[in-house]
C-alpha cells in the first residue's frame, strides 16, 4: 500500500506564502503522474495542480500562476509553493496520484492530510 505524508500547513495571512512537502512511500512514485489535492468541508477533494514524472506540470485555474508544483525523483518527495494566499485557498491538502489533466486518479489509500488556513 503507498502511504503519503503531508506537512508544511498552518495559519497565513491573505497574500501570504506556504511551502507543502510530500514523502511517499514507495518507488512507484518514480513512475506516477503526481497530483496536489485540496478539500474544502462539505465539498469533494479536487485535484489543483499536476506534475508528470519528468516534471511537466499543469494547474488549475484557480491556482495557476500562484502556486508552483514541483518533485523531487530521488527523494519519492513532491512540493507545492503556494504564493499570494487568498482566504479561498482555506482547505485540507493531500498529496496522490492524479491524471495530468486534473483527473481524479488517486492510489487506494490517503495521506492524513496538512491544514492551510488563510485568515487574518
Known amino acids: 500500500q503507498v502511504q503519503m505524508v503531508e506537512s508544511g500547513g498552518g495559519l497565513v495571512q491573505p497574500g501570504g506564502s506556504l511551502r507543502l512537502s510530500c514523502v511517499v512511500s514507495s518507488r512507484v512514485f518514480n513512475r506516477t503522474v503526481m497530483g496536489w489535492y485540496r478539500q474544502v468541508p462539505g465539498e469533494h477533494r479536487e485535484a489543483i495542480a499536476s506534475?508528470?514524472?519528468?516534471?511537466?506540470?499543469n494547474y488549475g485555474r484557480f491556482v495557476l500562476g500562484r502556486f508552483t508544483i514541483s518533485r523531487d525523483n530521488a527523494e519519492n518527495t513532491m512540493y507545492l509553493q503556494m504564493n499570494s494566499l487568498k482566504r479561498e485557498d482555506t482547505a485540507v491538502y493531500y498529496c496522490n496520484r492524479a491524471g495530468y489533466a486534473l483527473e481524479f486518479q488517486p492510489f487506494d489509500s490517503w495521506g492524513q492530510g496538512t491544514q492551510v488556513t488563510v485568515s487574518s
Open positions: 506534475i508528470s514524472v519528468s516534471g511537466l506540470t
